[in-house]
């Protein structure tokens, strides 16, 4: 951080960009838009870069970070990949699928990015100007949401600077997040079955969820997570008094979900509609039920962290 003054925000363009590049390359702190939510983005070669994220959100150091890379020869560099997890990587990168690999003995991350664990979580992202960030730097990106940590995560450039503002040196605008929801994060076990370590975007077909682990493996498994600091409902078919409504389908609500009742919006809707109800005069929030099937899976782990008290 280079001290208290207000955040710099740019438009995600070529000079957006290269000034993201520039802020990156000498260890500072940019919010850079992915197709799942806002990242915080450090270069993940930097001890003080990346402690630099930690001092921003709050974000307790048991927890690993996610990191960017441009592409699997950028992430074989880093990680051991067998043949099921290259499979994985060629048919769903990019986009948001961030799988959990054996580290490198060589790897030249620092130490806090991986938070001690022998593995990484990386991920190669679909939007057009984190890629076009991870083509202009020489380094990989750690880079966990762009919100203080615990808090709901972000899918516009306000929602960074909500929390952010003063914090960080940089939010890179490319306007709304289109999946609304943090990639789905999966581990290749050593004896084949593939385990969902965080629900999200894309389902993998025969990917068994994970059990209970003796600690934190990947981003996103720390029970109480998302919150909007108001206590929260959840299947909620009707308002109750001093609640603020989130909807889905034919429950109507102060905002909706997704009038339609269609999944991909309610996801994309999420947070958006989390952020409202935490600014609202409302006391509580109360949401509508959302079938736990397909993306339902991800929007409801989501919405039961949110709704679990720190």
């Not at 992915?34 to 870069?49: I, K, N, Q």
């Not at 762009?146 to 306007?175: K, Y």
């Not at 290749?188 to 894309?202: A, C, F, H, K, N």
């Not at 991909?264 to 935490?278: I, T």
Request: charged share 20%.
């Amino acid at each position: 951080m280079r001290g208290k003054n207000a955040t710099e925000r740019v438009p995600a363009d070529a000079g957006g960009i290269a000034r993201a590049a520039r802020i990156l390359n000498e260890g500072g702190l940019v919010a850079v838009p992915t197709e799942t939510v806002y990242g915080l983005a450090a270069r993940a070669d930097s001890a003080d870069a990346v402690a630099r994220i930690y001092e921003a959100k709050g974000r307790p150091s048991f927890n690993p970070l996610i990191v960017h890379v441009a592409g699997l020869a950028a992430a074989q560099r880093l990680a051991q990949f067998d043949a099921q997890t290259i499979a994985l990587v060629e048919r769903y990168w990019p986009g948001p699928l961030t799988l959990v690999c054996p580290l490198r003995s060589d790897a030249s991350l620092a130490p806090a990015v991986t938070a001690g664990l022998p593995t990484v979580a990386l991920r190669q992202p679909a939007h057009p100007a984190l890629a076009a960030l991870l083509e202009a730097v020489e380094f990989p990106l750690a880079a966990p949401s762009a919100n203080r940590s615990g808090f709901v995560s972000p899918t516009s450039a306000e929602h960074v600077l909500a929390t952010l503002d003063g914090r960080i040196d940089l939010v890179l605008d490319g306007g709304e997040c289109v999946k609304g929801l943090e990639s789905t994060i999966v581990a290749v076990r050593s004896d084949g079955r593939i385990e969902t370590l965080r629900p999200g975007p894309i389902v993998i077909p025969g990917a068994q969820a994970a059990g209970m682990a003796s600690g934190v493996e990947a981003p996103g498994q720390i029970l109480s997570h998302y919150a909007p600091g108001k206590p929260v409902r959840l299947n909620a078919t009707a308002r109750q008094t001093g609640e603020y409504l989130i909807g889905f389908g034919n429950i109507a609500g102060d905002c909706s979900l997704s009038e339609s009742g269609a999944l991909a919006e309610a996801a994309s809707r999420l947070y958006a509609c989390l952020h409202l109800a935490a600014k609202a005069p409302q006391p509580r929030i109360a949401v509508a039920p959302v079938p736990d099937e397909g993306l339902g899976l991800a929007i409801n782990d989501r919405l039961r962290r949110a709704a679990t008290p720190a």
